[in-house]
């Protein structure tokens, strides 16, 4: 396993994922600055006409130094803002370009054509297969306990299926909040992590400061998987479904037909607060250098106690 030279001089493994509403130009600079991937759909520059302000100014707050940013645009025929957001990507030539939904074969040529990397999630083997035969570098495996569209297959699983077909970059999604996980990841043959919920509740990210202290005081237990919000089955917390006067408990079936991305979609994300399993970890919203510095301590000891105790030849 070997990730594009692109991607070696990180200074911790991971890819900060590109969130509704939550990710913003802050949260990505702070996060690249820090030595991380950062990421923000490029639906959430609103309007339209607001992308190529917002890609400036991410480039005009990075130096040579820092991490690569990525932009992520939904493969989807609801999407009618694919075309524009992937032109003004090109201006801007963004380095990475994360695909969501449906196999990018198009897309890939476009981001191919300016010298940048398109990754793509995928739930699962016959997703991860498309999405190599559209000609992809990397695999996002969203597995089991992730924020947002997650999947249903234990990560375990899932890297040791898409390995057997893939030799390529892996990045990691599913409840990963801690330094010690990340290792995890790469452990069992991922390359980064992919991290997102951890990053709702910082200073930076857009969200607001209710959705933050949802974050911190939920667990596991407070976190639903339903399709019932956009037709595809993502992670919610449940008391932020109970304030909009819903039982979480008791949602009516999802109509998967009435899956919308366009531009003038109201998103559930803004009320309806997505998070992962791993909110149970989260107990402060600091900036994100801070929770950044952490997770790389955690990883540095993490790989010493490991080191440490191994047994000698």
Known sequence: MSLPPLLQSLTLPVIGAPMFIVSNPDLVIAQCKNGIVG????LNARPKEELDGWLARIRAGL???DAPFAVNQIVHASNDRLAHDLEVCGKHRVPIIITSLRAPGEVVKAVHGWGGLVFHDVTNLRHAE??????VDGLIL????AGGHAGTLSPFALVAEV???WGGPIVLSGAITRGQQILAAQAMGAD???MGTRFIATAEANAAEGYKRMITECSASDVIYTPFFTGVHGNYLKPSIAAQGLDPDNLPPADKSKMSFGSSTVRAWRDIWGAGQGVGSITDAPPAAEVIARLKAEYAAARHALTAGAPHA
Not at 39 to 42: I, N, T, W
Not at 130 to 135: R, S, V, W
Not at 142 to 145: K, Q
Request: hydrophobic share 50%; charged share 15%; aromatic share 8%.
């Open 163 to 165: 390995r057997r077909i």
């Open 130 to 135: 498309k999405a190599l035969e559209a000609g």
């Open 63 to 65: 130096g040579p130094g």
């Open 39 to 42: 990421s923000f759909p490029a």
């Open 192 to 194: 980064l992590a992919y």
């Open 142 to 145: 969203v597995a089991a306990g």
